[in-house]
């Protein structure tokens, strides 16, 4: 199977390295991105959006042939989900690694601290404790090493979703530093940031209990639980 690797903030695609030998291993044909405006030599963020980041992942669907697995982490998530709104009848499955598929017209997130048009990795202090979870000091210090900021209008752009035939592809949620239950309780609540999850007609859950960046803190587990999906 073709997987496409979509990183979260501030990551590229070499930070899918530890998980990407045990794929290819299983037989896949892996695709880590680096996405615009966190290339290296990128110095320019301005006019960079989560569209600009949506098209350059529809470039390389539209380049492949056959189904494609979408693999997105954190804010990857959205753009993975947004990818599959564009091209549902390519996507074999979706496999959201710590995210949820967030509804039309939702930004990823305002809130982070901003320097011009962009947003660096801030102090650790700003994220949950449950974020945080094994990531030792080493892992912080590597992490810091090799992030790059995220473009100010990929956190900021709104989502857009207009093709109802995204629900029929399926979608795993890998649940790290959430829970799956706390997210099935909100789909019973009919709370506004599950309303997409609740429409989709094939979802399942894996449960990978550790902090928000399983690609360093499990790697073993990430890998084996993205093959797991990929399975389903």
């Known amino acids: ?3 496409v690797l979509i990183p ?11 998980i990407t030998d045990a794929l290819r291993a299983a037989g896949h044909e892996v695709h ?8 290296r030599g990128d110095t320019t963020l301005a006019g960079i959006g989560l569209r600009t980041h949506v098209d350059a992942v529809l ?11 979408l693999v997105g982490h954190s804010g990857g998530g959205t753009i993975a989900w947004q990818v599959a709104d564009a091209r549902p009848e390519r996507i074999a499955r ?13 930004s990823i997130n ?4 901003v320097d011009g048009d962009a947003v660096p990795l801030p102090d650790w202090g700003v994220f949950e404790p449950e974020d945080l979870i094994d990531l030792d000091d080493a892992l912080r210090a590597r992490f810091r090493a090799i992030a790059a900021p995220e473009p100010k209008g990929v956190a900021h752009e709104p989502t857009t979703l207009t093709d109802e035939r995204r629900f029929a592809v399926p979608v795993t949620v890998i649940a790290c530093q959430f829970p799956a239950a706390v997210v099935h309780q909100a789909i019973e609540n009919r709370r506004d940031w599950a309303a997409e999850l609740a429409r989709i007609e094939q979802l399942s859950f894996i449960e990978l209990p550790t902090g928000h960046w399983p ?3 499990k790697p073993v587990e990430l890998a084996a639980s993205i093959r797991t999906a990929v399975q389903h």
């Open 1 to 3: 199977m073709q997987l």
């Open 94 to 106: 979706v496999v959201l690694v710590d995210a949820l598929p967030m509804p039309s017209g939702t």
């Open 59 to 69: 470039a390389l669907v539209d380049a492949m042939q056959g189904p494609v697995v």
């Open 32 to 39: 880590p991105l680096t996405l615009p405006g966190k290339r």
């Open 8 to 18: 979260g903030f501030w990551l590229d695609g070499d930070s899918w390295a530890p």
């Open 110 to 113: 305002t809130e982070l601290p």
């Open 215 to 217: 690609q360093l803190t």
